[in-house]
């Protein structure tokens, strides 16, 4: 069973920036695709950034050119850069990652943005 464990969330003031990291249990060679998703109280779970195998990668445009996502695998980490946040970006943030047919989540991350 595959574990992700993100890590890197917090209370940030708007404007602000964050780096999320998603640790895997093991290689993400084998990942076809790894994100992040983010929910806020209320609402549904959304895309916030994917990267595939192949270092494509893909944003909703309530995040492009604010956010960036990357891969390190000898670390076998994705990271989510967060940079000039707003308020909306208030919520849990996921790591998630697909290997056919399988999907893995991490555990979530509470990002706040906040004065």
């Known amino acids: 069973q595959v574990q992700l464990v993100e890590s890197g969330g917090g209370l940030v003031q708007p404007g602000g920036s964050l780096r999320l990291s998603c640790a895997a249990s093991r290689s993400i060679f084998g990942f076809n695709v790894m994100g992040w998703h983010r929910q806020a109280p209320g609402k549904v779970r959304e895309l916030v950034a994917e990267?595939?195998?192949?270092?494509?990668?893909r944003y909703p445009g309530s995040v492009k050119g604010r956010f960036t996502i990357s891969r390190d695998n000898a670390k076998n980490t994705v990271y989510l850069q967060m940079n000039s946040l707003k308020p909306e970006d208030t919520a849990v943030y996921y790591c998630h990652a697909y290997d056919s047919p399988n999907h893995y989540w991490g555990q979530g991350t509470q990002v706040t943005v906040s004065s």
């Open positions: 990267i595939t195998s192949g270092g494509t990668t």
